[in-house]
């Protein structure tokens, strides 16, 4: 009895997210665009093409104290996504950073978006191709989400 239900537990279980490959080389530019913004925060150029957008972050964020807001600034440029978990289309689009800071550790996310230009009205038809694509990234706190 137990192998029937088993067996039907792993045929209804989700699959892994799988991509062809022109998927994944698409998804593998997109990741690359988006860690050379976040990693200087402003408009880019890289690999022959200017990455182009800019950062936000909520009102709590932007009050911390100025040494503080270094330490979120400083662990989201050099936060490396991991594929899955938060980062299952391997764009690296979302990450989730602990910072210590002056009133004790903090989780902040991060995440970027895709609009066709700068006054982010509409998402951009193909966030591969930087000439149709303005990205703003929105740093917060976790419990902000």
Known sequence: MWAVI???VMQTAPQPFLVDS???A???TIARHN???RTVLTSV???GVSI???VGSTRAIHMLPREDLLKVVRAVRTDKPAPGGDNPYRENDFGSVTVDLSDGEAKV???IDYYSDARCEYGSEDPANP???FRYMTIMFAHEY
């Open 35 to 37: 860690d050379a913004f």
């Open 6 to 8: 088993l067996e039907t």
């Open 109 to 111: 996310f991060w995440k």
């Open 131 to 133: 000439a149709l694509t």
């Open 26 to 28: 698409k998804a593998q």
């Open 45 to 47: 150029r890289t690999e």
């Open 22 to 24: 022109a998927e994944l």
């Open 52 to 54: 182009t957008g800019r």
